[in-house]
């Protein structure tokens, strides 16, 4: 495993970088420049800035939150210690998810045979009032996004949860708009159909 140093925290509670004191954020291709001039705060910020979505491409892929942590630092740790391969810097978003998607699917080769579930901590859920339906929502959600085609469940999780445009999710994911819009659409139906149990097999996968 890369040596992920001072790289900020994973998961979902993660927070994006604030803005800028004109409220405008430095853009993309500002921050890198500075990265490879050695500047470590536009390192962090570039970091804070894309984390979550690369968590949520992991999470799509090994379907376990402290692997996709994993990965997702990981990944950041990569694509830093190669960021003069970065041949666009405006693009880095859709560079650094490649290499989230190749990590993942690493990690998910070493891990075949297990199944992921998503687990709320013992420790926290101890004593605290509607901890197990909690619980029990988080297991039936990951159940039904695993029913879910990859691309699936990465266009839902990046849009939904990210909040990526389809052009953004399109030029990260390698395809078209269209298909970003259909594969969320087919995705959304099947969820809905598999967490009130009238999903037809057909809901899977769409048309």
């Known amino acids: 495993m890369q040596d992920r140093g001072s790289l900020p925290e994973a998961g979902p509670g993660a927070k994006r970088p604030a803005a800028m004191a004109n409220d405008e954020p430095e853009p993309t291709r500002a921050l890198v420049a500075r990265v490879r001039a050695g500047d470590s705060r536009a390192a962090e ?3 804070r800035r894309h984390l979550r979505a690369a968590y949520a491409v992991a999470l799509s892929v090994v379907r376990d939150v402290a692997e996709a942590e994993d990965v997702a630092q990981d990944a950041f740790a990569i694509a830093l210690s190669r960021l003069d391969t970065c041949r666009d810097p405006d693009r880095f978003s ?3 998810l490649r290499i989230v998607r190749r990590q993942s699917l690493n990690a998910a080769v070493r891990a075949r045979g297990r199944r992921a579930t998503l687990e709320l901590s013992a420790a ?13 929502l988080r297991a ?12 699936q469940r990465e ?53």
């Open 45 to 47: 910020l570039l970091v």
């Open 94 to 96: 859709g560079w650094l």
């Open 124 to 136: 926290a859920d101890v004593g605290v009032p509607g901890a197990a339906e909690r619980g029990d």
């Open 140 to 151: 039936r959600l990951l159940a039904a996004l695993d029913r879910l085609t990859p691309a």
């Open 155 to 207: 266009v839902v999780l990046l849009h939904d949860l990210e909040g990526f445009t389809h052009l953004e999710i399109a030029e990260a994911l390698d395809m078209s708009e269209v298909s970003s819009r259909q594969h969320l659409f087919n995705a959304r139906r099947a969820l809905r159909a598999l967490l009130d149990g009238s999903a037809p097999p057909e809901a899977l996968h769409g048309p």
